[in-house]
């Protein structure tokens, strides 16, 4: 639901948002933001760790997000905001302030964590940050894990910032998304791993077909979740 008339989100939103506050913003980095949001309306809601969120960012825009935590018992949840600067889910996570609301949608999706995997291996980009790092958190233990987020020069302890127990690799200028990526998967192999691709759509397409045609992972262990994908908004 990446748009709506903004008379028919005024129409619904009353019905079906849950209403919360903002209690805290940390600024992890200069575009990257963690945001707590508090609310009765959490309190009890089922959520798995990899579903996502729905936010109203304009009259008439939506955008998703992936809780970093969600706690049902004291009505809280955090998101890791990456401000991309491109669009308004950009400028309304920028303008967020304590004391300020929000109305939450969800949450939905069915990215989860394979529980029956002897081994983890998380592919994706400073989109998920938030989202590998509630995933992880999930898994059983003990745990056999490996993998990377790509970001750009300059960025690479975003990951510690936030605490996310992957390898970051860099994306060089010029070099295609994804393609730091593929150069780390043909260098790190974790046999009978179930591997979650997510972030760029055109990394997750060239990562997948690496996974299953030069790794020989089996299509089941393939899970994906694309949050954006260039010339395009509101995935």
């Known amino acids: 639901m990446p748009e709506m008339p903004a008379v028919l989100a005024n129409t619904l939103m009353p019905w079906f948002a849950k209403p919360s506050h903002i209690t805290r913003v940390e600024t992890l980095a200069p575009r990257l933001r963690r945001v707590r949001f508090e609310g009765e309306s959490l309190r009890g809601v089922v959520h798995e760790p ?3 969120v729905e936010f109203r960012v304009s009259e008439t825009a939506f955008r998703h997000y992936t809780p970093s935590m969600m706690d049902p018992v004291t009505g809280a949840m955090e998101v890791v905001f990456f401000l991309h600067g491109q669009g ?3 400028a309304w996570a920028s303008a967020l302030q304590p004391g300020d609301t929000a109305d939450i949608l969800g949450p939905g999706g069915r990215l989860g964590v394979d529980e029956e995997a002897p081994a983890h291996v998380f592919l994706g980009d400073e989109t998920c940050l938030g989202l590998f790092q509630a995933m992880i ?7 056999r894990l490996l993998g990377a987020i790509e970001v750009e020069p300059g960025a690479e302890d975003w990951l510690e910032r936030v605490g996310v127990p992957l390898t970051a690799v860099t994306r060089e200028h010029g070099q295609p998304r994804g393609e730091a990526l593929r150069a780390w998967l043909g260098r790190n192999v974790l046999p009978g791993a179930t591997c979650y691709l997510a972030g760029h759509a055109g990394s997750i397409v060239t990562l997948r077909q690496e996974l299953l045609e030069r790794h020989g992972v089996s299509r ?3 899970r994906s979740k694309a949050y954006w994908a260039d010339g395009k908004r509101g995935l």
Request: without cysteine.
């Open 137 to 143: 958190r999930a898994l059983p233990s003990p745990l």
């Open 88 to 90: 308004p889910g950009s």
């Open 50 to 52: 990899g579903q996502e």
């Open 220 to 222: 089941r262990s393939v």
